[in-house]
């Protein structure tokens, strides 16, 4: 079973604790923008095989969103971190990249 540990709370919950959000980090649009990009930004998303950077709300606990760096593979957490982070934090970057050289990025 996957578990994740809420960095607003500090608890270590289950998945079944846990509402999932998708994607991670994507850029959004709005008024103004072009229908192709705010098509792009409603339904198309990575689905990789492999390292996935998403957005996870601890529904079950403090009710806050924050954003988790797994494997959709093995289901290895590499680290999670506040939904307000532009980026992964260096440690989990560094966490990720120890296991996955060849891992690109978050885009």
């Not at 709300?57 to 939904?83: I, Q």
């Not at 120890?98 to 690109?104: D, G, V």
Request: aromatic fraction near 10%; charge should be neutral.
């Amino acid at each position: 079973m996957l578990t994740l540990t809420c960095p607003c709370c500090g608890v270590a919950a289950e998945e079944t604790e846990l509402a999932p959000g998708g994607q991670a980090h994507l850029r959004r649009f709005g008024p103004g923008s072009s229908d192709d990009d705010f098509t792009a930004y409603l339904f198309d998303r990575a689905n990789p095989r492999g390292v996935h950077l998403e957005r996870w709300r601890h529904a079950y606990g403090c009710g806050k969103w924050f954003l988790a760096a797994r494997s959709t593979v093995t289901l290895e957490v590499f680290g999670t971190y506040p939904a307000q982070t532009r980026e992964p934090p260096a440690d989990v970057v560094a966490r990720i990249r120890q296991r996955h050289p060849e891992w690109e990025g978050s885009r």
